[in-house]
């Protein structure tokens, strides 16, 4: 091959690439045809697993899952329970208010960007590209779900754009808290007349209709004042380098 035809075949490999990073109109169709196939060795794997767990764990994943069961039957009552009293509530005051939470299980089909372990590609049923998601695993908030190229793209807590509406302590301190592609989030905009203190808890508020109100996010580890409010550095709770699965707030009310 002479140097022509070679540099030739450099500059179209580079146009291409630079094509594929920067243009949606490329970059759409080959994100979906790549994450069909993630997800589809996802299932392959997930397929095989169960297979040999069915035939030579069986015993041992039986006694795991009746214990998981009773305890999921538990919550299931007390939930229950408590969702009968407020609707009891909401008759006995005339209110129309009514609650109706749902969330998702949504798998991880892998990262965005290679070195970038703050972004994820999901795999989910129900997804509107309008809207903003909360992430949760295990009970603690995990970051946001957004759209990009029309997929949806898990922005977890370290990410400088994962950000939504917190409480601070035990008044109740609103702030928003954000990554910052570092170990800490960082909650701003916190009133300067509540008193914030190492250790206190941070939860989600709910104003944002993006996630319930108080679901774990982490605790104060210091706080600095700045033109009149101040600003928490928080220890997160989720700290899961590689997650399978999540679930996806896909209705607050």
Do not use: C
């Amino acid at each position: 091959m002479n140097k022509e035809l070679f540099s030739f075949f450099l500059i179209f490999i580079a146009l291409f690439l630079g094509a594929l990073y920067y243009t949606n109109t490329i970059q759409g169709p080959f994100i979906s045809a790549l994450n069909y196939i993630k997800s589809s060795y996802h299932n392959s794997v997930e397929f095989v697993e169960y297979t040999i767990d069915k035939h030579l764990l069986q015993a041992q994943n039986i006694q795991e899952l009746k214990e998981e069961i009773q305890q999921y039957e538990n919550n299931h009552l007390v939930m229950q329970q408590l969702a009968s009293e407020v609707t009891d509530l909401f008759k006995q005051n005339h209110s129309k208010l009514k609650t109706d939470p749902r969330v998702e299980l949504v798998r991880t089909i892998s990262y965005a960007k290679f070195g970038d372990f703050n972004r994820i590609w999901l795999e989910a049923s129900e997804f509107n590209s309008s809207k903003i998601y909360g992430l949760i695993y295990k009970e603690l908030v995990a970051g946001i779900v957004i759209s990009q190229n029309n997929k949806p793209l898990g922005l977890l807590n370290k990410d400088i754009k994962s950000s939504y509406a917190v409480y601070v302590g035990k008044d109740s301190a609103p702030g928003i808290v954000h990554g910052n592609n570092s170990e800490h989030l960082v909650v701003k905009f916190i009133p300067s007349w509540f008193d914030i203190k190492v250790g206190d808890e941070v939860i989600t508020s709910g104003l944002d209709k993006i996630f319930f109100k108080g679901l774990k996010v982490g605790r104060v580890i210091s706080v600095t004042k700045s033109q009149g409010y101040q600003n928490a550095i928080v220890e997160a709770y989720y700290k899961a380098n590689n997650p399978n699965y999540f679930h996806m707030i896909t209705k607050v009310k």
